[in-house]
Nanobody
Framework: QVQLVESGGGSVQAGGSLRLSCAASTSLSMRSCMGWFRQAPGKERQGVAAIDKDGRTTYADSVKGRFTISKDNAKNTLNLQMNSLLPEDTAIYYC?????????????????????WGQGTQVTVSS
């Protein structure tokens, strides 16, 4: 069982920045694929960014060039740096990880293969 706890959400004006963190109860160096997802009111949860065991990253088109996913294996923390925030980035943000036998190679932004989820953190961007 893997426990994930997100932090860093909040309210910011458009153009601002936030940094989300996700503390994991297990070593991140063993996690084959970790990701950030978000769910806006009335919408389905969607993949935002993913990172594999070797640090290779994948981003949704809507956040490319603005968001950066990273992980600190020493601290067992997954991060999401969000810059140039837009009102449409408003959502609850979740971190998640796949079982160690499921790599990121196939559709890393699809939530279906992610088994462990955090409780989410709210991000609100005002115009």
């Amino acid at each position: 069982q893997v426990q994930l706890v997100e932090s860093g959400g909040g309210s910011v004006q458009a153009g601002g920045s936030l940094r989300l963190s996700c503390a994991a109860s297990t070593s991140l160096s063993m996690r084959s694929c970790m990701g950030w997802f978000r769910q806006a009111p009335g919408k389905e949860r969607q993949g935002v960014a993913a990172i594999d065991k070797d640090g290779r990253t994948t981003y949704a088109d809507s956040v490319k060039g603005r968001f950066t996913i990273s992980k600190d294996n020493a601290k067992n923390t997954l991060n999401l740096q969000m810059n140039s925030l837009l009102p449409e980035d408003t959502a609850i943000y979740y971190c998640a990880t796949r079982p160690i036998y499921l790599p990121c190679t196939l559709d890393p932004l699809s939530q279906s293969d992610y088994r462990y989820w955090g409780q989410g953190t709210q991000v609100t961007v005002s115009s």
